[in-house]
């Protein structure tokens, strides 16, 4: 069975530069074109991880093959920020992930109780910020699965995280994280001997997933911007006077891109000169036992 496990559709919100947060979506797909993209390319479930949302999943309900995720913005003990995946989930779930959001250490609590399976998604990528080393250690401890393959990144990203993942024992999954539909279904998790959804997530924990498929370049980034500049302009025909600012998408594009690789060289080397050590929740999080009390 394969399954692409990082998809965006038209719910993943807006586009989080000043400006243009606004007036333009993270991604234009459409839920069902979404579906119709993933099975032509052979994926056997189908699943949506939208930021924070699990909206555009009505379209998708009538389908047998499709189950509930979404992709968490969490904030870590240190005060910054990182993307988990939770897949497999219930609405309630949805409701009580976003509660917890803002507090990680009350997050896995949740998800642990629930027995619900999570990532943590592009490990080594600036997406969400800036980063600290107490965030690894969170990581290598508390989440079971590693995104060691994302269709948008660096391979060279996508190659520190799965020997992080190695390493650590952790299991590798793979997803495109495309915000176009030209991109979806290009990379995916794929378990060979699964027969059904409770065998595929069964199979993934027992470390027999395997990923598959693209990798992120330059180039692709900056035809996935362009594509999605042209949505916003069908969207919204008014924000064509903003054209020629499309001149300026490619170096945006190439100094994101360089930002990425600095980010991974840097994070990348730490976390290879790093102590393996298994850490308790009590070692790193202060204020322990006020989130048992509560």
């Known amino acids: 069975m394969r399954c692409d496990l990082h998809v965006h559709s038209v719910a993943s919100g807006m586009f989080n530069v ?21 099975k032509r390319l052979g994926m056997s479930m189908v699943t949506l991880t939208d930021h ?25 003990p240190s005060g910054t920020e990182a993307h988990i995946g939770v897949y497999g989930m219930a609405e309630r779930d949805h409701v009580e992930i976003q509660r ?15 027995k619900l399976f999570f990532s943590a998604n592009h490990v080594f990528s600036g997406l969400t910020g800036r980063r600290e080393a ?15 393959r994302n269709g948008q990144m660096w391979p060279k990203a996508n190659d520190s995280a799965a020997k992080f993942a190695d390493r650590l024992g952790k299991i590798a999954i793979a997803g495109s994280d495309s915000h176009t539909i030209a991109g979806v279904g290009l990379t995916y998790t794929e378990v060979p001997d699964a027969r059904t959804m409770d065998e595929f997530f069964a199979a993934l924990r027992a470390g027999r997933g395997r990923v598959h498929g693209a ?3 330059c180039g692709k980034l900056t035809l996935d911007v362009f594509s999605i500049v042209y949505s916003l302009f069908c969207d919204k025909p008014w ?15 190439a100094s994101h891109w360089l930002n990425e690789i600095r980010f991974c060289k840097k994070w990348s080397a730490l976390m290879e000169n790093s102590e393996k050590r298994r850490r308790m929740l009590w070692d790193m999080d202060s204020n322990f036992e006020a989130h048992l009390a509560g």
């Open 239 to 253: 924000t064509m006077a903003l054209s020629p600012l499309a001149l300026l998408v490619p170096a945006f594009t």
């Open 18 to 38: 000043p400006g243009l947060d606004r007036i333009c979506r993270e991604s234009y797909n459409d839920p069902s074109e979404v579906y119709d993209r993933l």
């Open 134 to 148: 107490e965030d690894f250690r969170w990581f290598e401890s508390y989440v079971p699965a590693f995104e060691t």
């Open 100 to 114: 917890r959001r803002n507090d990680f250490v009350s997050l896995l609590m949740y998800l642990t109780e629930r």
């Open 215 to 217: 990798h992120g370049s």
């Open 52 to 76: 924070d949302s699990i909206d555009a999943a009505e379209a998708l309900r009538q389908h047998p093959d499709f189950f509930l995720s979404e992709e968490v913005t969490v904030r870590m």
